[in-house]
Protein backbone atom coordinates (compact mmCIF):
# COMPACT_ATOMS: atom_id res chain seq x y z
CA UNK A 1 0.00 0.00 0.00
CA UNK A 2 1.25 3.51 -0.63
CA UNK A 3 2.20 5.56 2.05
CA UNK A 4 1.19 9.09 2.30
CA UNK A 5 4.10 12.11 2.74
CA UNK A 6 3.82 11.64 6.10
CA UNK A 7 4.11 8.34 6.60
CA UNK A 8 7.33 8.49 4.27
CA UNK A 9 8.79 11.61 6.61
CA UNK A 10 7.63 9.12 9.56
CA UNK A 11 9.32 6.44 8.54
CA UNK A 12 12.72 8.11 7.84
CA UNK A 13 12.70 10.30 10.88
CA UNK A 14 12.60 6.47 12.84
CA UNK A 15 14.76 4.58 10.42
CA UNK A 16 17.08 7.12 10.11
CA UNK A 17 18.01 4.68 6.56
CA UNK A 18 19.11 4.78 2.77
CA UNK A 19 16.27 2.69 2.54
CA UNK A 20 13.95 5.17 3.75
CA UNK A 21 14.96 8.64 2.54
CA UNK A 22 14.62 7.23 -1.17
CA UNK A 23 10.91 6.02 -0.88
CA UNK A 24 10.69 9.52 0.91
CA UNK A 25 11.97 11.36 -2.17
CA UNK A 26 10.69 9.08 -5.21
CA UNK A 27 7.41 9.71 -3.60
CA UNK A 28 7.65 13.40 -3.76
CA UNK A 29 8.45 14.64 0.61
CA UNK A 30 11.75 15.52 -0.33
CA UNK A 31 11.15 19.41 0.62
CA UNK A 32 9.13 17.73 4.12
CA UNK A 33 12.50 15.78 4.27
CA UNK A 34 14.48 19.40 4.07
CA UNK A 35 12.47 21.30 6.33
CA UNK A 36 12.38 18.64 9.32
CA UNK A 37 15.79 18.10 9.71
CA UNK A 38 16.56 22.09 9.21
CA UNK A 39 14.41 22.78 11.88
CA UNK A 40 15.63 19.91 13.85
CA UNK A 41 19.35 21.90 13.67
CA UNK A 42 17.15 24.90 14.89
CA UNK A 43 15.55 23.44 18.02
CA UNK A 44 19.17 22.14 18.80
CA UNK A 45 20.72 25.39 18.76
CA UNK A 46 17.59 26.95 20.85
CA UNK A 47 18.34 24.85 23.47
CA UNK A 48 22.24 25.42 23.29
CA UNK A 49 21.90 29.45 22.99
CA UNK A 50 19.11 29.36 26.51
CA UNK A 51 21.46 27.12 28.48
CA UNK A 52 24.30 29.70 27.31
CA UNK A 53 22.16 32.48 28.17
CA UNK A 54 20.90 31.35 31.17
CA UNK A 55 24.49 30.89 33.24
CA UNK A 56 25.12 34.44 33.83
CA UNK A 57 28.96 33.58 34.64
CA UNK A 58 29.45 32.61 31.05
CA UNK A 59 31.80 34.75 29.02
CA UNK A 60 33.33 31.88 26.39
CA UNK A 61 31.46 29.49 24.53
CA UNK A 62 33.66 27.00 22.65
CA UNK A 63 32.36 24.59 19.98
CA UNK A 64 34.47 21.50 19.28
CA UNK A 65 34.75 18.84 17.09
CA UNK A 66 36.24 16.99 14.08
CA UNK A 67 36.90 17.45 10.72
CA UNK A 68 33.96 18.87 8.69
CA UNK A 69 31.21 18.97 10.94
CA UNK A 70 30.25 22.20 10.49
CA UNK A 71 31.72 24.08 13.44
CA UNK A 72 31.83 27.10 11.48
CA UNK A 73 28.38 27.42 10.27
CA UNK A 74 27.50 26.22 13.84
CA UNK A 75 29.46 29.15 15.42
CA UNK A 76 27.53 31.77 13.49
CA UNK A 77 23.65 30.64 13.49
CA UNK A 78 24.86 30.13 17.21
CA UNK A 79 26.08 33.85 17.79
CA UNK A 80 22.12 34.64 15.73
CA UNK A 81 20.47 33.14 18.34
CA UNK A 82 22.44 34.38 21.16
CA UNK A 83 21.64 37.86 19.68
CA UNK A 84 18.45 37.56 19.95
CA UNK A 85 18.30 36.93 23.36
CA UNK A 86 19.80 39.89 24.38
CA UNK A 87 23.56 39.39 24.52
CA UNK A 88 26.04 40.08 22.39
CA UNK A 89 28.14 37.57 20.74
CA UNK A 90 31.48 38.01 19.36
CA UNK A 91 32.74 34.97 16.81
CA UNK A 92 36.49 34.48 16.86
CA UNK A 93 38.43 32.39 14.88
CA UNK A 94 40.50 29.71 16.77
CA UNK A 95 42.48 28.82 13.07
CA UNK A 96 43.94 32.28 13.42
CA UNK A 97 46.36 31.38 16.49
CA UNK A 98 48.16 28.54 14.34
CA UNK A 99 51.81 28.45 14.54
CA UNK A 100 53.93 29.83 11.23
CA UNK A 101 54.49 26.84 9.54
CA UNK A 102 58.03 26.55 10.40
CA UNK A 103 57.19 25.92 14.25
CA UNK A 104 54.53 23.01 13.93
CA UNK A 105 55.42 20.49 15.03
CA UNK A 106 55.65 17.02 12.82
CA UNK A 107 54.30 13.48 13.21
CA UNK A 108 56.20 10.31 13.35
CA UNK A 109 56.49 10.42 9.67
CA UNK A 110 58.22 13.83 9.54
CA UNK A 111 55.10 15.70 8.13
CA UNK A 112 53.46 18.71 9.39
CA UNK A 113 51.30 17.70 12.08
CA UNK A 114 47.85 20.38 11.67
CA UNK A 115 46.05 18.55 14.10
CA UNK A 116 48.10 18.53 17.08
CA UNK A 117 47.71 20.92 19.87
CA UNK A 118 50.94 22.14 19.58
CA UNK A 119 50.24 23.32 16.26
CA UNK A 120 47.94 25.84 18.30
CA UNK A 121 49.70 29.06 19.48
CA UNK A 122 48.20 28.43 23.13
CA UNK A 123 49.97 31.50 24.72
CA UNK A 124 48.69 34.07 22.28
CA UNK A 125 45.18 32.45 22.27
CA UNK A 126 45.02 32.66 25.81
CA UNK A 127 47.02 36.16 26.63
CA UNK A 128 44.68 37.91 23.73
CA UNK A 129 41.19 35.67 25.75
CA UNK A 130 42.49 37.09 29.09
CA UNK A 131 42.45 40.68 27.49
CA UNK A 132 39.27 41.04 25.93
CA UNK A 133 37.58 39.39 29.06
CA UNK A 134 38.83 42.14 30.63
CA UNK A 135 37.55 44.59 28.55
CA UNK A 136 40.94 45.52 26.36
CA UNK A 137 41.03 46.32 22.46
CA UNK A 138 43.49 43.68 20.81
CA UNK A 139 44.78 43.19 17.49
CA UNK A 140 43.47 40.03 16.68
CA UNK A 141 45.83 38.04 14.07
CA UNK A 142 44.72 36.43 10.74
CA UNK A 143 46.68 33.30 9.62
CA UNK A 144 47.53 32.89 6.20
CA UNK A 145 46.98 29.04 5.17
CA UNK A 146 48.52 29.77 1.71
CA UNK A 147 52.18 30.79 3.36
CA UNK A 148 51.92 29.24 6.18
CA UNK A 149 52.46 32.68 8.59
CA UNK A 150 50.31 34.97 10.76
CA UNK A 151 49.91 38.48 9.54
CA UNK A 152 48.71 41.50 11.62
CA UNK A 153 46.08 43.59 9.32
CA UNK A 154 44.89 46.03 11.66
CA UNK A 155 41.75 43.99 12.29
CA UNK A 156 41.02 45.11 16.47
CA UNK A 157 38.36 43.68 18.68
CA UNK A 158 36.71 44.56 21.79
CA UNK A 159 34.02 43.01 23.72
CA UNK A 160 31.84 44.95 25.89
CA UNK A 161 30.45 44.00 29.21
CA UNK A 162 27.66 41.29 28.52
CA UNK A 163 28.92 39.86 25.25
CA UNK A 164 29.74 36.23 24.79
CA UNK A 165 32.89 35.16 23.19
CA UNK A 166 32.00 32.39 20.39
CA UNK A 167 35.01 30.68 19.55
CA UNK A 168 35.74 27.49 17.24
CA UNK A 169 38.01 24.76 16.84
CA UNK A 170 39.01 20.93 16.61
CA UNK A 171 40.97 21.18 20.44
CA UNK A 172 38.08 23.23 22.02
CA UNK A 173 37.20 20.96 24.86
CA UNK A 174 40.88 20.12 25.29
CA UNK A 175 40.95 22.20 28.90
CA UNK A 176 45.02 22.66 27.78
CA UNK A 177 44.05 25.03 25.14
CA UNK A 178 42.54 27.56 27.48
CA UNK A 179 44.37 27.22 31.00
CA UNK A 180 43.67 30.77 31.30
CA UNK A 181 40.16 30.70 31.22
CA UNK A 182 38.22 29.70 34.75
CA UNK A 183 35.90 26.86 33.91
CA UNK A 184 33.03 28.63 35.41
CA UNK A 185 33.25 31.29 31.99
CA UNK A 186 32.71 28.83 29.66
CA UNK A 187 30.22 26.78 28.21
CA UNK A 188 31.66 24.35 25.68
CA UNK A 189 29.71 22.12 22.92
CA UNK A 190 30.87 19.02 20.89
CA UNK A 191 29.22 19.38 16.98
CA UNK A 192 29.28 16.91 14.73
CA UNK A 193 27.51 13.83 12.88
CA UNK A 194 26.18 11.99 15.89
CA UNK A 195 23.48 10.25 13.54
CA UNK A 196 23.57 9.94 10.18
CA UNK A 197 22.13 7.58 7.35
CA UNK A 198 22.47 3.45 7.49
CA UNK A 199 23.17 1.52 4.61
CA UNK A 200 22.01 -1.49 6.42
CA UNK A 201 21.84 -2.77 9.83
CA UNK A 202 25.42 -3.20 10.46
CA UNK A 203 26.72 -0.22 8.70
CA UNK A 204 26.23 3.67 9.22
CA UNK A 205 27.53 6.29 7.11
CA UNK A 206 28.61 8.89 9.53
CA UNK A 207 32.50 9.13 8.94
CA UNK A 208 31.94 8.75 4.99
CA UNK A 209 29.71 11.83 5.05
CA UNK A 210 32.46 14.03 6.89
CA UNK A 211 34.67 12.47 4.23
CA UNK A 212 32.54 13.30 1.55
CA UNK A 213 31.34 16.94 3.23
CA UNK A 214 34.94 17.89 3.14
CA UNK A 215 35.70 16.33 -0.69
CA UNK A 216 33.18 18.68 -1.99
CA UNK A 217 34.38 21.93 0.54
CA UNK A 218 38.18 21.21 -0.80
CA UNK A 219 37.45 21.00 -4.22
CA UNK A 220 34.82 24.29 -4.93
CA UNK A 221 37.10 25.87 -2.04
CA UNK A 222 40.41 25.14 -1.89
CA UNK A 223 41.64 23.41 -4.56
CA UNK A 224 42.11 20.30 -3.84
CA UNK A 225 41.85 17.33 -6.07
CA UNK A 226 39.05 14.61 -4.89
CA UNK A 227 42.25 12.00 -4.13
CA UNK A 228 44.09 14.56 -2.04
CA UNK A 229 41.17 14.55 0.36
CA UNK A 230 41.22 10.99 0.49
CA UNK A 231 44.68 10.65 1.10
CA UNK A 232 44.40 13.20 3.77
CA UNK A 233 41.80 11.34 5.60
CA UNK A 234 43.64 8.55 7.63
CA UNK A 235 45.71 11.12 8.77
CA UNK A 236 42.74 14.13 9.96
CA UNK A 237 40.92 10.46 11.60
CA UNK A 238 43.93 9.54 13.44
CA UNK A 239 44.09 13.63 14.90
CA UNK A 240 40.55 13.16 15.97
CA UNK A 241 41.11 10.40 18.05
CA UNK A 242 43.78 11.37 19.66
CA UNK A 243 43.14 15.14 20.30
CA UNK A 244 39.37 15.58 20.24
CA UNK A 245 37.45 12.03 21.35
CA UNK A 246 39.12 11.61 24.43
CA UNK A 247 37.77 15.16 25.75
CA UNK A 248 34.39 14.53 24.12
CA UNK A 249 32.75 13.54 27.29
CA UNK A 250 33.34 16.41 29.19
CA UNK A 251 31.39 18.62 26.97
CA UNK A 252 28.52 20.97 28.52
CA UNK A 253 26.42 20.22 25.39
CA UNK A 254 25.92 18.30 22.52
CA UNK A 255 24.84 19.38 18.77
CA UNK A 256 24.03 16.98 16.25
CA UNK A 257 25.30 18.39 12.59
CA UNK A 258 23.69 15.61 10.63
CA UNK A 259 20.94 16.33 8.46
CA UNK A 260 18.40 13.50 7.08
CA UNK A 261 18.93 14.60 3.32
CA UNK A 262 22.50 15.11 2.76
CA UNK A 263 23.63 11.82 1.41
CA UNK A 264 21.11 12.56 -1.30
CA UNK A 265 22.32 16.30 -1.41
CA UNK A 266 26.35 15.04 -1.69
CA UNK A 267 25.55 12.47 -4.05
CA UNK A 268 25.47 14.97 -7.06
CA UNK A 269 28.35 16.85 -6.21
CA UNK A 270 30.27 13.63 -5.17
CA UNK A 271 29.42 11.18 -8.53
CA UNK A 272 31.24 12.81 -11.04
CA UNK A 273 34.45 14.15 -8.10
CA UNK A 274 34.61 10.35 -6.80
CA UNK A 275 34.68 8.61 -10.52
CA UNK A 276 38.01 11.28 -11.51
CA UNK A 277 40.05 9.24 -9.31
CA UNK A 278 42.68 7.26 -11.37
CA UNK A 279 42.79 3.68 -11.24
CA UNK A 280 46.33 4.02 -10.48
CA UNK A 281 46.08 6.26 -7.78
CA UNK A 282 46.48 4.74 -3.94
CA UNK A 283 42.76 6.93 -3.23
CA UNK A 284 41.23 4.73 -6.12
CA UNK A 285 40.52 1.71 -3.84
CA UNK A 286 38.30 4.53 -1.42
CA UNK A 287 36.65 6.45 -4.29
CA UNK A 288 34.93 3.11 -5.52
CA UNK A 289 33.63 2.06 -2.10
CA UNK A 290 32.15 5.19 -1.55
CA UNK A 291 30.85 5.14 -5.18
CA UNK A 292 29.57 1.22 -4.79
CA UNK A 293 28.79 1.07 -1.11
CA UNK A 294 26.94 4.33 -0.25
CA UNK A 295 26.58 6.44 -4.07
CA UNK A 296 24.86 3.95 -6.13
CA UNK A 297 22.16 2.91 -3.70
CA UNK A 298 21.00 6.80 -2.79
CA UNK A 299 18.49 8.31 -4.82
CA UNK A 300 19.63 12.15 -5.67
CA UNK A 301 17.87 15.52 -4.62
CA UNK A 302 16.74 16.80 -7.73
CA UNK A 303 18.00 20.82 -8.55
CA UNK A 304 14.45 22.00 -7.38
CA UNK A 305 15.24 20.37 -4.06
CA UNK A 306 17.99 21.80 -3.50
CA UNK A 307 16.96 24.91 -4.04
CA UNK A 308 14.79 24.79 -1.18
CA UNK A 309 17.86 24.17 1.50
CA UNK A 310 18.44 27.47 3.34
CA UNK A 311 21.22 30.13 2.91
CA UNK A 312 22.13 29.30 6.62
CA UNK A 313 22.23 25.71 6.73
CA UNK A 314 25.18 23.84 7.12
CA UNK A 315 25.73 21.96 4.00
CA UNK A 316 25.95 25.20 2.22
CA UNK A 317 29.40 25.68 4.33
CA UNK A 318 30.31 22.67 2.18
CA UNK A 319 28.45 23.21 -1.27
CA UNK A 320 28.37 26.69 -1.16
CA UNK A 321 25.53 29.36 -1.22
CA UNK A 322 25.94 30.45 2.24
CA UNK A 323 25.04 33.65 3.69
CA UNK A 324 27.30 33.53 5.85
CA UNK A 325 30.83 34.72 5.20
CA UNK A 326 34.17 32.22 5.78
Known amino acids: MDLTKEELIERVVNERSVAAINDALIGGAGREIIQYSETFHARQLTSIADQIASNVDCRLAVIAGPSSSGKTTTSKRLAVHLHLLGLRPVVLNMDNYFRNREDTPRDENGNYDFESLGAMDVELLNKQLRQLLAGEEVEIPTFDFNVGKRKYEGNRLKVSKGSVIIMEGIHGLNPELTPDIPKEEMFTIYASIIHSLSIDDANDTTYDTRLLRRMVRDQQFRAHRPEDTIMRWASV ?35 NLLRSVPADSPAFGTAQRLLSFIMRRVTALTPKEVSFIATDSIVRE ?8 Y
Open 237 to 271: RAGEKRNIIPFMRHADAYFDSGLIYELPLLKSYTD
Open 318 to 325: FIGGSCFR
